[in-house]
Nanobody, 122 residues
Framework: QVQLVESGGGLVQAGGSLRLSCATS????????MGWFRQVPGKEREFVAA???????YYVDSMKGRFTISRDNAKNTVYLQMNSLKPEDTAVYYC????????????????WGQGTQVTVSS
């Protein structure tokens, strides 16, 4: 069974940084894309970024230049480095184990982490 465990959320002031981690188990990590999503109460979960099996990345336009997704295949872990955070980045962030290899044509699977809260104060 695929399991994902996120960590690294917290409270930060606007302009600050956080790094989220998502450790995975239960499948061949290096063969699949991984993605980050976020959700605020009352809204649908939205895509943030993805990284392909080969390290290629894809971001929502509003995150480009501020967020960086990366992966460490030796540790079966994907990261989301978030810089220049804004209050509107406040959300629960989820990682997802992609069902395919591509970041650009990211296909979310049924496997999600438990979510980690990110709160950005103004």
């Amino acid at each position: 069974q695929v399991q994902l465990v996120e960590s690294g959320g917290g409270l930060v002031q606007a302009g600050g940084s956080l790094r989220l981690s998502c450790a995975t188990s239960g499948r061949t990590f290096s063969s699949y894309a991984m993605g980050w999503f976020r959700q605020v109460p009352g809204k649908e979960r939205e895509f943030v970024a993805a990284i392909g099996w080969n390290g290629s990345t894809y971001y929502v336009d509003s995150m480009k230049g501020r967020f960086t997704i990366s992966r460490d295949n030796a540790k079966n872990t994907v990261y989301l480095q978030m810089n220049s955070l804004k209050p509107e980045d406040t959300a629960v962030y989820y990682c997802n184990a992609g069902s395919g290899p591509s970041s650009y044509y990211y296909q979310a699977s049924e496997y999600w982490g438990q979510g980690t809260q990110v709160t950005v104060s103004s």
